[in-house]
């Protein structure tokens, strides 16, 4: 159980256009997901956290204008990288924490990533 | 300030012998601290969290508040947990919060 599903596992775009990153939880509800970034051999950055019904709450440096987050569902939150450029270019990683039974409070479950490339 | 320090980048190690994995952490209350593993290829998972006390994988971490340190310890390393470790600090205990990732480790245990 408590499995999170991401899609697409890698995007390659052209600078200035937009890509939306998927992030499901398949058997559980998720009233919380949380977005990070990975860099090559770095840790993950955490860009913002999701609430399902409400707005993203972004950490200090993240453009809440460039990383849209909806978070539309108790299964489904959405990263839409917008007018994307090459230095956007990374290892975007979702998370979600689960309700009630299947996990423990605080824990979060991993997505795969997604691998964007901006040429 | 929130932050979460390992300071190797790399432990490497033969198999059979004792593994610690440091981390250090700075927050002003009493935070949740997690070490997450991830092995060749696969997603992040959790490995173990300090209010669990739990060994895991022969692993387990003990939270001393006085040193502000969560270290990961095996007694005698396997192959198979040659992976990533991060380390990573919550800063309120209970409901929902965001994960706060050290730099983590790679475990290299050679046969």
């Known amino acids: 159980g408590a499995v999170v599903s991401q899609h697409p596992s890698r995007v390659i775009c052209k600078s200035g256009t937009s890509v939306k990153i998927e992030c499901r939880s398949l058997d559980f509800q998720a009233t919380t997901m949380f977005w990070y970034r990975q860099f090559p051999k770095q840790s993950l950055m955490l860009m913002a956290t999701s609430n399902e019904g409400s707005k993203a709450t972004y950490e200090q440096g993240v453009e809440k204008d460039k990383f849209l987050i909806n978070h539309a569902s108790l299964t489904l939150s959405t990263l839409t990288v917008t007018s994307a450029h090459p230095e956007d270019s990374s290892f975007y990683i979702c998370?979600?924490?689960?309700w009630g039974a299947g996990g423990t409070i605080n824990e979060q479950f991993f997505g795969p990533g997604t691998r964007l490339t901006v040429l | 300030a929130q932050r979460v320090t390992q300071p190797e980048k790399l432990l490497s190690v033969f198999k059979g012998a004792p593994v610690e994995l440091k981390c250090n952490y700075s927050?002003?209350?009493?935070?949740?601290l997690f070490w997450y593993v991830q092995y060749s290829r696969q997603r992040l998972q959790l490995l173990l969290r300090?209010?669990s006390r739990e060994s895991i994988k022969g692993f387990t971490a003990d939270l001393n508040k006085g040193e502000t340190s969560f270290h990961l310890k095996k007694p005698f390393a396997q192959e198979e947990d040659s992976a990533m470790y991060y380390c990573?600090?919550?800063?309120?205990?209970?409901?929902?919060?965001?994960?706060?990732f050290g730099a983590g480790t790679r475990l290299a245990v050679h046969p």
């Open positions: 927050y002003s209350g009493s935070p949740e």
């Open positions: 990573a600090l919550s800063p309120f205990s209970g409901g929902y919060n965001k994960l706060i």
């Open positions: 300090h209010i």
């Open positions: 998370s979600a924490s689960p």
